[in-house]
């Protein structure tokens, strides 16, 4: 456990490959909450927030034009730059979501030591800053 980052909240937006545009408004809106940005250490690796953490899940592509298309190439782009993108092994089709979801928790049960997860769509709003005021005020 000494190995995990400490998060109070992960968020888990479950997202499909050609959803740029719904991540993106994400990361604009209400992922942009101050208490979920990460810090970029000298050596270039990110230290994630202890407070609330939030990635978008995506599956693999499912058919050879995702697999070299312009898609691909953007995704890739879109994850070195915004660092907060979960790509799991499974096919990223709708009757595979639940393997989607459960790859999701596994890959945070590894890497932080957390609170609270919350599982989202990238069609959905949270309010995460009603939310963490909400946490803070309950009792522990």
Partial sequence: ?????????????ISARHHFQ??????????????CKR????????????ICNIFFVIGMPSTLQ????????????ESKLHNDIIHVPVLDIYSNLIYKVLLAFDY?????????VLKADDDTYVNL??????KANSPS
Avoid: A
């Fill in 1 to 13: 456990d000494e190995n995990k980052y400490d998060s109070t909240l992960i968020v888990l937006v």
């Fill in 22 to 35: 719904h991540r993106q408004l994400i990361r604009e809106t209400w992922g942009s909450e101050t208490l």
């Fill in 39 to 50: 810090t970029m250490l000298n050596n270039n690796t990110v230290q994630p927030s202890t």
């Fill in 66 to 77: 995702d697999k070299h298309g312009i898609n691909n190439t953007k995704i890739i782009e």
């Fill in 108 to 116: 945070i049960d590894t890497t932080f030591k957390y609170t609270f």
């Fill in 129 to 134: 800053n009603f939310l963490l005021k909400f």
